[in-house]
């Protein structure tokens, strides 16, 4: 089982930026896809952005296209979501997960961190 904590979270003004980690320990896998998803107050889990875990090969959510980069490192089993340009809608607990090669879904999810973005 793979243990995943999130990091990074805070309160920032509209316009400005914040980097989330997500450091991965315990049984990890070479291989498949890690994401960021969030919840915002009241609403259901929302897809951010996934990346495998060669690197190459990254989606993302419409609604933060242009404005959020997931990367990863390897060596550090961290993988971390770039946020720029965020809007109080961007306002959520954001949560890590790890997609094994051939996992039918996100499972292995971190405990989440809070991004509060203020207008």
């Known amino acids: 089982q793979v243990q995943l904590v999130e990091s990074g979270g805070g309160v920032v003004q509209a316009g400005g930026s914040l980097r989330l980690s997500c450091v991965a320990s315990g049984r990890t896998f070479r291989s498949g896809l890690r994401g960021w998803f969030r919840q915002p107050p009241g609403k259901e889990r929302e897809f951010v952005a996934q990346?495998?875990?060669?690197?190459?090969?990254?989606d993302y959510a419409d609604s933060v296209k242009g404005r959020f980069t997931i990367s990863r490192d390897n060596a550090k089993n961290t993988v971390y979501l770039q946020m720029n340009k965020l809007k109080p809608e961007d306002t959520a607990v954001y949560y890590c997960?790890?997609?094994?090669?051939?996992?039918?879904?996100?499972?292995?999810w971190g405990q989440g961190t809070q991004v509060t973005v203020s207008s």
């Open positions: 997960a790890e997609k094994p090669a051939g996992a039918a879904s996100f499972g292995s």
């Open positions: 990346i495998r875990w060669s690197g190459i090969g990254t």
